[in-house]
C-alpha cells in the first residue's frame, strides 16, 4: 500500500507546531500504525532527520500509554481499539491520514505527538485508592460482592488511563476516566469507608487541573478503547451529589 | 566473594516465621531518617514503595513509563495463584511449593519457593482490600480458574486482565503516598548507573527522559524491581521498553547476574507474520482451560482446519500427556509446538504454528459463556490477525516471555552488593529453570508487599543514615561523567545502520542459536558472532542528535547497547549449562522420548556471574542447591 501521513511536528513545548507530510510505500496490512511509524523513523533516522516522537510501550492495548488523533479521531478509526492495535488492512491504499496529539489544556504538548498525562495520575492521588495499609487485609472472603457489582465494578476498573475520553470531548473534560475509577471503588464494600471524600476530592481535583466539565456529548464512550459506559458517569455523579450534600472536602492526612 | 544465601535453619515451613522473628527492627520514629530508592513501578516496586512508605521510610520511585501505572506487569492476563484451597481439591501451602520447586524443574531455591507459598494467601487479601475486582461466584465469594503444571484450581482472576488490576491496586496504594508526600515519583526517568562506595549501594544515575538531563540520587538502600530481559531476544511479550539497563549496570558494578539462559518461552502466542513486527502478543495461558491444541495428522497438510475430519487431527498434547493434557507447563507446552512444527505438521504461513481450537467449548457451554471468559481475548487476537476464533481455530506459536533469570539475591532478596535489593521478574529466586503460569504476579507482590518491608529494615538497622552520601561525593560525580560519556559516545558514532536493525539482529541470533532448543555447536557460534556485532554497533550505529533533549532513540540506542553485552553472558551460561532443565533445553541431552534430561550430579547449582569487563570471561560463582523436602525427580506430567 502506498499512503501520505500527515504529522504533527512540534519540537519541544515552545514551538509553534506544524503539520509535515511523508510518503510512504510498501505499507503491508499486516502492520500495525506504530509499527508503520517505526519504518518512517529508521529512514529518518539515516536520512539525518529527527525522528517523530510517539508514545508507546506495550504495544498489545493494555497499558495505555499510546494514543493519538488519526484522522481526527482519538486512536483511529476502529471501535474499542488503541493506537498501537490499530492494523493497516483497515486502510485504503492511496489514503492521506492525520496524525495530531490529543489537544487538551490539561495535556501539554512534549514533542510531536506526546503528551503530558500526568494530570490523570494527579485525579487518582487526589482519592482514587482504598487506604488499606499493607498487612491490615482480612481473609478474602470475609468480604462478600455479588457478581452483578463485581462484575460492574470490572467494567469501570477496565479503563487503561490512555486519555483519548479527554482529547474526544469538546470541553476536553475527564470526567469519564473520574467517574470509571468513583464507580469501580464505590460499587465495592471495601470502597465506602471513603466513598464520599473520594467523589469530592477527585472531581474537585480533575477541575484544578485544568480539565473541562461534561455536557453529555458521549464522545469520550465513542473513542474508549475499551468501551467503558458513560453511565459510570450518571453513576458517579449520583456519589458526588451524595457527597457534597452532606460533606466538604477534607484533605488526606495520615492518621 | 563466597556466596551466602542466608537460609535460616530449621524446618522448611517454619523458616520465614523464624526469620521474621530474628530480623533486626527500625523503630517506628527512626524510620523517617532512611532513605529508599525503588526503580520500576510495576507489581513489586509499586507494591514495595507503598509498603515501606506507608511504615515511614522516605521513598523515592522511578520509571522510565509516563506513569507508574503503565509498567509491563499490566499486561499479565490470566490469573494470580494463591494456595486458599477455596476448592476444596487438595490445595495447600505444601502443595503450591511442590507444584512451583517440580514446574521449576529443581533448579529453584526451596526456601525462597515455600516462603512464596505461604505468602499467597496474603496476597489475595490484601489485593481484595484494595479494590481489585477479582471474579465472583454467584455467593459473592472469589472464583478460581486451572492453570498449567497444576491439578488444582487455585488461579484467581479479573477477567483476561488480572495483572492490570493488581496493578492498578498497587498503583492505587503508591498514588495515596504520593499524595502524601511519602513517595516522590520521578516518571518517565530512566536508571542509567548504581553508584557504590565501599562496597554498598549508595544511590543511583538517571537521566530525565523528557528534558535529558542527568541527576543523582542518593539513599540508605537501593531497591531494583526494574523486570526482565526478555527484549534481549528482540521479539517478545515484553513491552517495547522492557530492558536489562539498570540491572545490567548494576551487574557492571558488581552484583552478579544469576541463570541469565533460564528464559521462558510462552507457548501460546500469534505467530510472527512479518518482518517489520515489533512484538509478539501472547494468548493467556488460561484459553488451555477449554481450547484444544492440534495440528493435522498428515505432513503437509494444507487443507482449512474445518475440512480436516476429527480422525485426521493429532491432539499432541493430550496424547502424549493424558494427566495435565492440554494444561502441561509452559517448557513442556512449547516445545511440542515446536516438534509438531519441525515435523513439517504446522500450520498458517511459514508453518510456524499450531491450532488452539475452542469449537468443543462452545459446543460444551456455549457461545455466550465461552465470551464471557474469554471475549477480551478473541477481541485482540481478531483485530491482530483479522481472523475471528469463534468460527476459525486461533492459530499459536511459542515466544519468549518471561526471564526466570536475574540478578542473585539472598533470603532477603539482597544482591552481593550490600544495600541493593533486588525484587520480581528482575531477581532469579523463586522460577528455578521454568515458571509456573500465574507464578509471576504472585511473586511480585510477594516481594514488594511482605519480605521487602521486613528485609530492607533489616539492612537499614546495620547502617547509620548520618552515612548516606552526599551527592557531591566523588562516587557520584564519577558515575555520572561515565554515563555521560556513553551516551556522548552513542551520538558520535554517526554510523549508518539504525539501532533497531542490530536489535533485530542480535534478536534473531539468540532465538535462532539460543531459544527453544540449544546446542553447543550453536551456542559457540553464537557467542563468536555477538563481539562482533557489538563491535560493529560501536562503530556503525546511527542515533538521532537533539542534543539534551527528549531522544527515543538515544533510549533505545543505550538499551540496546546493554543487551549486546547481556546477550553474550546470556550463550555463556546457556554453554556452562551442559544438561536440560526446564526451558534450557539442550538438545545433547534430552530423555528418548524428548524431554528435558537433567544432571543433578552436575549442574543442581545456580551459576551466578561475576563481570569482569566487557569482552573478558566472567568469574563463576555456585550455589549449590538442596532439596530436602521435594524429592529430586524427572519431571512427569504423564
Not at chain 2, 254 to 260: E, K
Not at chain 2, 433 to 454: C, H, K, T, V
Not at chain 2, 602 to 614: D, L, N, P, R, T
Amino acid at each position: 500500500m502506498k499512503l501520505t501521513l500527515n504529522i504533527w511536528r512540534q519540537n519541544g513545548p515552545k514551538d509553534e507546531g506544524r503539520l509535515v507530510a511523508y510518503e510512504m510505500k510498501d505499507v503491508e496490512p499486516d502492520m500495525s500504525f506504530l509499527e508503520m511509524l517505526d519504518l518512517l523513523n529508521q529512514r529518518l533516522v539515516l536520512e539525518g532527520e529527527r525522528p517523530i516522537a510517539f508514545d508507546s510501550d506495550c504495544r498489545e492495548g493494555i497499558c495505555g500509554t499510546c494514543g493519538f488523533m488519526i484522522g481526527g479521531v482519538a486512536h483511529g478509526p476502529m471501535k474499542m481499539t488503541t493506537t498501537c492495535q490499530l492494523f493497516m488492512r483497515n486502510f485504503k491504499d492511496g489514503d492521506t491520514i492525520f496524525c495530531e496529539p490529543f489537544r487538551s489544556k490539561a495535556f501539554p504538548i512534549v514533542k510531536d505527538l506526546v503528551v503530558d498525562k500526568s494530570s490523570l495520575d494527579r485525579i487518582v492521588q487526589a482519592g482514587g485508592f482504598i487506604s488499606a495499609r499493607t498487612g491490615a487485609a482480612p481473609e478474602a472472603n470475609s468480604i462478600l460482592v455479588s457478581k452483578a457489582d463485581a462484575d460492574l465494578a470490572m467494567d469501570a476498573a477496565a479503563c487503561i488511563g490512555c486519555g483519548a475520553c479527554v482529547a474526544a470531548c469538546p470541553n476536553a473534560s475527564a470526567t469519564l476516566f473520574t467517574a470509571a475509577k468513583i464507580s469501580h471503588l464505590a460499587l465495592l464494600p471495601q470502597g465506602q469507608p471513603e466513598a464520599k471524600q473520594r467523589a469530592l476530592r477527585m472531581v474537585a481535583r480533575m477541575d484544578e487541573e485544568g480539565f473541562g466539565a461534561c455536557s453529555n456529548h458521549g464522545e469520550c464512550e465513542a473513542v474508549c478503547p475499551k468501551g467503558i459506559s458513560i453511565a459510570f458517569i450518571a453513576k458517579a455523579n449520583r456519589e458526588y451529589l451524595k457527597a457534597a450534600v452532606t460533606e466538604e472536602p477534607e484533605p488526606l492526612m495520615r492518621v | 566473594m563466597t556466596l551466602d544465601s542466608r537460609i535460616p535453619s530449621g524446618p522448611v515451613a517454619e523458616k520465614w516465621d523464624r526469620h521474621r522473628f530474628e530480623m533486626k527492627l527500625v523503630n517506628p520514629a527512626n524510620r523517617r531518617k532512611y532513605k529508599v530508592i525503588v526503580v520500576g513501578s510495576g507489581l513489586a516496586g509499586a507494591s514495595a514503595s507503598a509498603s515501606l512508605a506507608q511504615m515511614g521510610y522516605v521513598v523515592d520511585c522511578f520509571c522510565y513509563q509516563d506513569s507508574p501505572r503503565r509498567a509491563h506487569s499490566i499486561a499479565a492476563q490470566g490469573g494470580i495463584n494463591a494456595s486458599k484451597n477455596y476448592q476444596n481439591d487438595g490445595d495447600s501451602v505444601w502443595r503450591l511449593f511442590y507444584d512451583t520447586v517440580k514446574g521449576g524443574d529443581f533448579r529453584s531455591r526451596e526456601a525462597n519457593v515455600y516462603r512464596l507459598a505461604q505468602l499467597s494467601a496474603n496476597i489475595i487479601d490484601q489485593s481484595v482490600a484494595l479494590g481489585v475486582p477479582f471474579a465472583r461466584e454467584y455467593s459473592g465469594y472469589l472464583a478460581n480458574r486451572s492453570f498449567g503444571g497444576a491439578q488444582v484450581s487455585r488461579t484467581f482472576y479479573a477477567r483476561g486482565q488480572t495483572g492490570q488490576q493488581l496493578l492498578l491496586g498497587a498503583y492505587a496504594a503508591l498514588s495515596r503516598e504520593i499524595a502524601l508526600g511519602q513517595v516522590i515519583m520521578h516518571a518517565r526517568t530512566e536508571m542509567l548507573d548504581l553508584v557504590v562506595h565501599e562496597g554498598k549501594a549508595r544511590g543511583i544515575i538517571v537521566r530525565d527522559l523528557v528534558t535529558g538531563k542527568m541527576s543523582r540520587h542518593s539513599a540508605d538502600a537501593v531497591v531494583l524491581a526494574t523486570g526482565g530481559y526478555g527484549n534481549v531476544f528482540f521479539l517478545s511479550t515484553n513491552a517495547r521498553g522492557c530492558n536489562v539497563t539498570a540491572s545490567y549496570r548494576a551487574h557492571r558494578r558488581g552484583a552478579y547476574f544469576a541463570n541469565p539462559c533460564f528464559t521462558q518461552i510462552h507457548p501460546t502466542c500469534i505467530p510472527v507474520t512479518s518482518e517489520h513486527q515489533s512484538k509478539c502478543t501472547l494468548m493467556s495461558e488460561s484459553l488451555r482451560n477449554d481450547g484444544r491444541i492440534w495440528v493435522p495428522k498428515e505432513i503437509g497438510d494444507k487443507r482449512a482446519p474445518k475440512d480436516i475430519p476429527e480422525s485426521e487431527r493429532d491432539y499432541y498434547l493430550e496424547r502424549r500427556y493424558p494427566a495435565f493434557g492440554n494444561l502441561v507447563p509452559r517448557d513442556v507446552g512449547s516445545r511440542a509446538a515446536k516438534q509438531a512444527c519441525d515435523e513439517g505438521r504446522g500450520v498458517g504461513p511459514g508453518g510456524r504454528g499450531v491450532y488452539l481450537d475452542f469449537a468443543d467449548a462452545i459446543k460444551r457451554l456455549g457461545e455466550g459463556v465461552v465470551r464471557q471468559r474469554y471475549g477480551n481475548l478473541f477481541d485482540m487476537y481478531t483485530s491482530i490477525t483479522g481472523e475471528s476464533p469463534y468460527s476459525k481455530p486461533m492459530r499459536i506459536y511459542p515466544a519468549i516471555h518471561y526471564a526466570m533469570g536475574g540478578l542473585w539475591v539472598d533470603y532477603n532478596l539482597m544482591s552481593n552488593v550490600p544495600g541493593l535489593h533486588v525484587l520480581g521478574e528482575a531477581n532469579f529466586s523463586d522460577h528455578g529453570a521454568n515458571r509456573l503460569g500465574a507464578s509471576a504476579l504472585m511473586q511480585g507482590l510477594a516481594d514488594g508487599y511482605f519480605i521487602i518491608p521486613y528485609t530492607v529494615g533489616d539492612y537499614l538497622a546495620r547502617v547509620s543514615p548520618k552515612d548516606r552520601l552526599d551527592t557531591d561525593h566523588p562516587a557520584f560525580v564519577s558515575a555520572e561523567k561515565d554515563v555521560k560519556e556513553k551516551l556522548d559516545k552513542l551520538v558520535a558514532v554517526d554510523g549508518k545502520r539504525t539501532v533497531d536493525s542490530f536489535h533485530r539482529e542480535l534478536g534473531l541470533l539468540l532465538w535462532d542459536k539460543c531459544g527453544m532448543a540449544r546446542n553447543a555447536k550453536g551456542l559457540e557460534e553464537a557467542l563468536a558472532k555477538i563481539p562482533e556485532l557489538r563491535e560493529e554497533f560501536w562503530k556503525d550505529v546511527k542515533v538521532s542528535n537533539e542534543g539534551e533533549s527528549f531522544n527515543q532513540s538515544l533510549e533505545h540506542a543505550g538499551r540496546v547497547a546493554d543487551f549486546l553485552e547481556f546477550g553474550e553472558l546470556l550463550v555463556r551460561d546457556a554453554l556452562l549449562r551442559d544438561e536440560s532443565c526446564g526451558c534450557h533445553y539442550r538438545e545433547e541431552h534430552v530423555t528418548p522420548d524428548g524431554e528435558a534430561k537433567r544432571n543433578d550430579d552436575k549442574f543442581c547449582y545456580v551459576a551466578a556471574w561475576e563481570f569482569q569487563g566487557v569482552g573478558k570471561e566472567p568469574t563463576l560463582h555456585k550455589e549449590e542447591l538442596t532439596f530436602e523436602n521435594v524429592h529430586l525427580a524427572q519431571r512427569s506430567y504423564k
